[in-house]
């Protein structure tokens, strides 16, 4: 087969509308019960879960199928130690030495974060994702990417819904700046960090913001025209 080939459009499989409506509820409440956490157990969770969750973020769409995307599984402690130390490095001139400004720590103030993130250190995995600005859709391929940012971050949203089904509380967790992850995760300068997710269950002291669980109504994110 060549690559400008097509076959059946496969893998489909159409259902009755009352089951459609029935799935689409039920993944909505599953959906609903996700949460950021920022206070992990030190539980360790099987490496075939996280590849198979990465997997799944593997699977989404991207600008020309270039699948524009590395995913860094990190567990092992010594190097969640080093990432910990240089994001909290990086934290603490956003929080404690004016570079979020006022209105950025206002904004911040309900979920009360602040610059110590030992959950980094003590969640059983972290997963570094990085957007590459060349590729291709075979590994090794040094073509021009398109529309990185959105294929990264459809990928990162399915990685991220595919750990919460799969029973994983997760953390999108973006210090800023990041390239302390290129360093650290061995990927190459043209690769920009796209998104540090922290991975595993949620500690018994965990604690949801009352600010994360107010959610837009339909009505105010949705149009039907
Ligand atoms: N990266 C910081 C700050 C932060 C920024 C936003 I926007 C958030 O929604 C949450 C936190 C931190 O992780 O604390």
């Known amino acids: 087969m060549k690559p400008h080939d097509h076959v059946p459009f496969r893998d489909f499989v159409p259902l ?3 089951e459609m409506l029935a799935r689409a509820s039920s993944f909505q409440a599953l959906m609903a019960r996700r949460h950021s956490c920022r206070d992990f157990a030190d539980t360790p969770v099987p490496q075939a879960i996280i590849a198979d969750c990465i997997r799944t973020a593997g699977t989404a769409p991207s600008g020309a199928n270039h699948q ?7 567990s092992s402690p010594a190097l969640k130690a080093e990432i910990r130390a240089a994001a909290e490095a990086e934290e603490r001139g956003f929080y404690d030495e004016g570079k979020a400004g006022d209105d950025w720590l206002n904004a911040l103030a309900p979920l009360g974060t602040d610059a110590s993130k030992p959950y980094l250190a003590i969640a059983p995995w972290l ?3 990085f957007a590459q600005r060349r590729g291709g859709p075979n590994a090794g391929d040094r073509a021009k990417n398109y529309y990185i940012h959105e294929s990264v971050g459809i990928a990162a949203g399915m990685l991220i819904t595919a750990l919460h089904q799969a029973g994983l509380a997760t953390l999108t967790h973006t210090p800023n700046p990041m390239q302390f992850l290129n360093r650290l995760c061995g990927r190459p300068a043209d690769e920009k960090p796209f998104l540090l997710l922290v991975v595993g269950y949620p500690a018994d002291t965990a604690t949801i913001p009352v600010h994360a669980l107010v959610k837009k109504p339909l009505d105010a994110i949705a149009s039907f025209l």
Not at 68 to 74: G, L, N, R, S, Y
């Open 16 to 18: 009755p509308a009352a």
């Open 68 to 74: 524009p995307w590395h995913f860094a599984a990190i």
């Open 127 to 129: 997963i570094a994702v």
